[in-house]
DNA sequence: ACAACGTGTGAATATATCTCACGCAATATC
DNA sequence: GATATTGCGTGAGATATATTCACACGTTGT
């Protein structure tokens, strides 16, 4: 059975409780002409007359009333069911790594929101990589190959290691003292291996919890941290930071990830890549 | 607020009774893909995500249950509301006057049927002229000179009287018995005057209340009746009646009348209209 | 590996809906 | 009575929504 269009009964019911269809046009916020249109279509569909013209003003015919009647309060049912899911519209929900939250996007929030002060990013930070299509997540931000599978992925930038240091330090020498963070420990070796040095790594080491963390030592003067260019660039823009050494491209990047299936606002998610991209390429937030 | 469409949230409705998507678009009449389109342009409505893909089947997200939950039997009510109006669908509901009805659309209506077989003509016949705006006809069709104000008339045919009787009557003298319809006592004075005979009409006659009845007189032999000519054809066709003098137009004719306002079926309106121009141009009901 | 099933997606098309400008009818106002 | 004023319906043109078809992807059996 089809039914008929909520419009069509929407303006049904306006005009019930307006005197004239003018007025019930001002209360859905709607031309009369829209309104009288959508009358018409509804009578079309029913094959029933539901509207008359008495005097100068519409009248609703006996099929109309009872029409309504027998509805009753669905229109209002339906929208109650809706409303509390439309509350959340302007929102989107972004998943992803805390390094690339505090050290990246944050940071960058501002020039997003006065682009586009109607969408709010919430940003949700969590150690585990979280399953996209079973949580209530638009999108994640993920440190990867790239190659999830089930998922769209768009890279942002690869990640690129440099080793970085207060200013005062002014050289990388066997002698000096590398910054370490417990989560991407290897990233020493790995810089050391692809920038062509021979043998380890200083074994002079400080170990901490996080890149972050390792960010905060490096510029606090503890030593010299492997850290990814992106990350640093602005602490090396304003001279808080000094670069010791090569920028080495690491095969791993930064990734923007959609989800299959409905993708419930594809738009907004659009609207966030591209300015992901922008902000990638300039490599500094504002401000 | 904006509502969104009843085939979304019907579409959603069928996707929770039925195990998959595909199934529930069965139960619709529809595609799986429209039912998939139908589920994306609600979410994007909404910016929720309704459904998501676990296994190799659709299911609800909570959000999707809990607006179903509270929608309720929203759908079904407005169904139920729909379906008691939607039953006269087939049904064109026209008033006009007995003569009309009895000698012209009736033994005409088989022709109709053959060409409409969704469209049944409920004729309804009265006395008194039927204030169109005011009950549920959907059109008329009046005796008239066409000029009803507010209502749209299209002109079948002008009437036009000549003088008919039984074959074995053969001339039309001062000595002639003339049959007269009370309704429509004057027609044989007009018809008198407007073809040009002098003096007054035979004066002998025979009354008899009705255009039918006077009809039906003329057949068994009991006069001379001034008669419509879309009325006599089939039997002056058939050998029936003979035609007897001139046939003299007068200034009124059958008009098929519609009433403004939004006209809850058009279309076949208009189909209606086409058909009774045509028969008016053959002038005789097949059969 | 391969087929069977269940889906999502994009293009092309058909419906629905909206606004705007216009004309007509019924009341108000002079 | 003439003349605004209010309330409508209608057609054209623009935009939004729906539908189908053909195709590609992922999951589940054999």
Redesign the pocket.
Known sequence: MDLP?T??LQALAALKKAP????AAETL??????????????ER?LGVTL?R?V????KLTEDAESLLMVMGDALDRIEAAVTPLRRRRGQLRISTVATFASHWLIPRLPDWQHLNPDVELAISTTTRTIDLTNEDFDCAIRHGLGDW??LTATRLFNETLLPVAHPHISELSSNSTVIRARSRFRDWNRWWRLSGKVGDPPGRSVVVETRAQAMDAALAGAGIAAMDLAYAAPHLASGRLRALDATVPLPEGYYLVTK????SRADTIRRLEIWLLSQAQTNNPQG
């Open positions: 269009s419009r069509g004239s269809l003018s007025k916020g709607v031309t009369r002409s829209a309104l009288s249109h959508r009358i018409a279509e509804l569909q509207v013209q005097g100068r003003c519409g599978k089930g299959g299936g409905h993708k």
